[in-house]
């Protein structure tokens, strides 16, 4: 059965028209992803097609890191919406590296993790990532340097210190997701974090913190009293 058009829908019920009177806020993750798809197809409403979308994938993360590929061939899309979307996730982390920056100096794991969470916890693969540090702690730059398969990735803590000299960094936080989701460190992590330490001490760069990140949390190796 053909939806009705969304052009005759109610004023108030309208994607566009809701967010322009109510806020983004109000508005669900289908409605949203209508906004961004702005028209249907034959038979649907772009509505009726974000729906389709979120129960194909089981949500909007999961919407957003759909491969390329796979979501361009899904109906009402095509390759033009499917790189879109790939932009609105790419501005959405490049936003929060910009806000992290702004904000002052890092004073917790915490304000690192927010961002670390967000670039790495949907990453297929083991990824090995720095934040970069002035002498006050302002963030200078955000960097992933060693890359592994789903269940490590080889980092080399030589390379890390000539990383944070070559960025001109006074202090560092580091990072890796675990695919699997689960934050808790391995004693592999472990041995990684004070070997890093070393590395680093040895040209004057401090480390701050080694943050494992899973699916939304995250371990402190500074709160676990490494350093």
Same mark, same amino acid.
């Given at each position: 059965?053909? *939806?009705? /058009?969304?052009?005759q829908? /109610?004023?108030?019920?309208r994607?566009?028209e809701k967010?322009?009177?109510?806020g983004?806020?109000s508005?669900?993750?289908a409605e949203l992803?209508?906004i961004? $798809?702005?028209? %249907?197809?034959? !038979?649907?409403?772009?509505v009726?097609?974000?729906?389709?979308?979120?129960?194909?994938?089981?949500?909007?993360? &999961?919407?957003?890191?759909?491969?390329?590929?796979t979501?361009? #061939?899904?109906?009402g899309? %095509?390759?033009?919406?499917?790189?879109?979307?790939?932009a609105v996730l @790419? $501005?959405?982390?490049r936003?929060?590296?910009?806000?992290?920056?702004r +904000?002052g100096p890092?004073? #917790?794991p915490?304000?690192?993790?927010?961002f $670390?969470?967000?670039?790495l916890?949907?990453? /297929?693969? +083991?990824?090995?990532?720095?934040?970069?540090l002035?002498?006050r702690?302002?963030?200078?730059?955000?960097? @992933?340097?060693?890359?592994?398969?789903l269940n490590?990735?080889?980092?080399?803590?030589? +390379?890390?210190?000539? *990383?944070?000299l070559?960025?001109n960094?006074?202090a560092?936080?580091?990072?890796?997701?675990?695919p699997s !989701?689960?934050a @808790? /460190?391995? &004693?592999?992590?472990?041995?990684?974090?004070?070997?890093?330490?070393?590395?680093?001490?040895?040209? @004057?760069v401090?480390?701050?913190?080694?943050?494992?990140? =899973?699916d =939304?949390?995250?371990?402190?190796?500074?709160?676990r !009293?490494?350093?």
């Open positions: 059965m053909a *939806s009705t /058009p969304i052009t829908w /109610p004023t108030g019920e994607p566009r967010l322009a009177q109510s983004a806020a508005l669900s993750d992803l209508a961004f $798809l702005r028209t %249907g197809i034959k !038979g649907k409403s772009a009726d097609i974000a729906r389709d979308l979120l129960n194909e994938y089981g949500g909007l993360r &999961q919407v957003l890191n759909a491969e390329p590929g979501l361009a #061939s899904m109906p899309l %095509g390759p033009a919406k499917s790189a879109q979307l790939q @790419e $501005l959405g982390k936003y929060l590296e910009q806000k992290l920056k +904000e890092l004073t #917790s915490a304000q690192a993790a927010e $670390l969470i967000y670039q916890r949907d990453q /297929p693969r +083991e990824v090995f990532a720095i934040v970069y002035d002498n702690h302002h963030v200078l730059r955000y960097d @992933e340097l060693f890359y592994g398969t490590g990735a080889t980092v080399h803590p030589r +390379e890390v210190a000539k *990383s944070a070559r960025h960094a006074a560092v936080i580091v990072a890796h997701n675990h !989701g689960i @808790e /460190p391995s &004693q592999a992590d472990t041995t990684l974090t004070v070997k890093l330490k070393e590395a680093l001490n040895l040209v @004057e401090r480390l701050l913190d080694h943050l494992v990140i =899973g =939304g949390e995250f371990v402190s190796m500074s709160d !009293g490494l350093f």
